[in-house]
Every structure is written in C-alpha cells, then in structure tokens.
C-alpha cells in the first residue's frame, strides 16, 4: 500500500515556474514508477510526465518538453514535476501516480495502482 500527497500548486501568471511534489509513505517507494497527470475542468485527464524506478528513465507528453521536468528522490520518498515557462492552457488539478511493476503504457491512467489528492495549478494570461 502507498499513500501519496501532492503539494506546491498554486497561482501564478503566464511565463512562471511551479514545482510539484509528491511525497509517499511506505518503505518501497523505490519499486514504484511515478507519474503525473493532469486534469482541467471539463476535460478527461491526460499524461504530463512520468519517471521509472530509478529515476534514470523519463517520458513527457508532447505539450509540455522543454518546459517540465520529472525527477525523484527515492532516499526523501518524494517525486517532483519543475514546470517552467507555464502557459494559461496549463491550468488543471495536477495528480501523481505510483505503479508497480514499472513497464509500457506510462501514459495510461489505468496502469496505475495509486493516485494523490491533487494540487490545483493557475496559470493566469
């Protein structure tokens, strides 16, 4: 079993910076890939990012490279989405995800086991 708890959304104008992070209790927090999705209002949730095991694989959706970034560390239990240059369409209730065994279909949300409660992102024009 894994708890997660997402932090650090907030509001913010357009060409800002937020980190996310996502902090998970248990001891085998390692065993997890961890991803992020978001969801806007009126709309399904989609892929954001996501991060293997070990941290040294990452994938993104296509929207958002070169703008976030994934990372983790496994010692604090904790997962991090850095998102710079934000833009108003990057407006939604952002949630992690933990998933073990780690495989393909990263960015289906239905592959994953454990979700947080979410943090709301405002990114104003």
């Known amino acids: 079993q894994v708890q997660l708890v997402d932090a650090g959304g907030g509001s913010v104008q357009a060409g800002g910076s937020l980190r996310l992070s996502c902090s998970a209790s248990?001891?085998?927090?390692?065993?997890?890939?961890m991803g992020w999705f978001r969801q806007a209002p009126g709309k399904e949730r989609e892929f954001v990012a996501a991060?293997?095991?070990?941290?040294?694989?990452?994938y993104y959706a296509a929207f958002v490279k070169g703008r976030f970034t994934i990372s983790r560390d496994n010692a604090k239990n904790t997962v991090y989405l850095q998102m710079n240059s934000l833009k108003p369409e990057d407006t939604a209730v952002y949630y992690c995800?933990?998933?073990?065994?780690?495989?393909?279909?990263?960015?289906?949300?239905?592959?994953?086991?454990?979700w947080g409660q979410g943090t709301q992102v405002t990114v104003s024009s």
């Open positions: 248990g001891r085998t927090f390692s065993r997890y890939g």
């Open positions: 991060i293997n095991w070990s941290g040294d694989s990452t």
């Open positions: 995800a933990a998933r073990s065994p780690w495989g393909g279909n990263y960015n289906y949300s239905n592959q994953y086991n454990y």
